[in-house]
């Protein structure tokens, strides 16, 4: 599949880059660890120690209480697509690959795995991904592994929430669709996604 670059203007349906210094929290993400599979921590306490997480926490939630976890590891499959109610920022000390869709293609419940477009971000720069965007785990540029910032509101993917009233309801402030080729498929996550399971 074509990889687009967030400074495309096709970028601009799903999110926008965010200027500014943030090596104090590049710091930090460059030390926690990368494993074989990938790994979410929704909140590290680490990162509340500097000056950009006042700045997350007053200017870009607008005084909302934030978290700041983590995503790091090796992908290069969609597998699944979520979406929450509020953006997501993303930042890495690597490049990574956002796989997106827009929330607005859903159909019934569905959505085809080909309405998914991918982004490359490089290093050293702040993604915000919109509410209205699907995304999931980064994947690795040529097999490489990634580290990538997490930035949401507080409370987000921290406790199982079903509902029968939204099936792809998963995690607070999380709803999740899932190809049916997963292990959330296998652990019960709603189906939502039609299609081929992307690689890059």
């Not at 869709?101 to 991904?129: C, W, Y």
């Not at 939204?166 to 996604?193: Q, V």
Request: charged share 25%.
């Amino acid at each position: 599949m074509k990889i687009y670059s967030v400074f495309d203007k096709e970028f601009a349906e799903y999110g926008k880059i965010i200027k500014g210094d943030f090596a104090d929290l590049v710091n930090i993400l460059k030390d926690k660890p990368c494993p074989e599979n990938t790994m979410y921590v929704p909140h590290d306490a680490d990162f509340e120690k500097t000056a950009s997480w006042k700045n997350l926490n007053e200017v870009y939630y607008g005084g909302l209480p934030v978290q700041v976890g983590y995503c790091n590891g090796h992908n290069n499959k969609l597998n699944c697509l979520e979406y929450h109610r509020d953006s997501e920022f993303n930042l890495s000390n690597d490049e990574f690959i956002l796989l997106v869709a827009r929330r607005g293609e859903i159909v019934d419940g569905k959505l085809d795995t080909s309405k998914v477009v991918a982004f490359k971000a490089p290093a050293n720069v702040m993604v915000e991904v919109f509410a209205t965007t699907l995304h999931y785990a980064p994947c690795g540029v040529d097999g490489k592994g990634f580290r990538v910032l997490v930035v949401l509101p507080r409370g987000t993917n921290v406790a199982p929430l079903t509902s029968p009233l939204e099936p792809s309801l998963w995690m607070t402030n999380k709803w999740l669709l899932a190809h049916k080729d997963t292990n959330e498929a296998k652990n019960g996550a709603y189906i939502g996604l039609v299609g081929e399971n992307l690689s890059i």
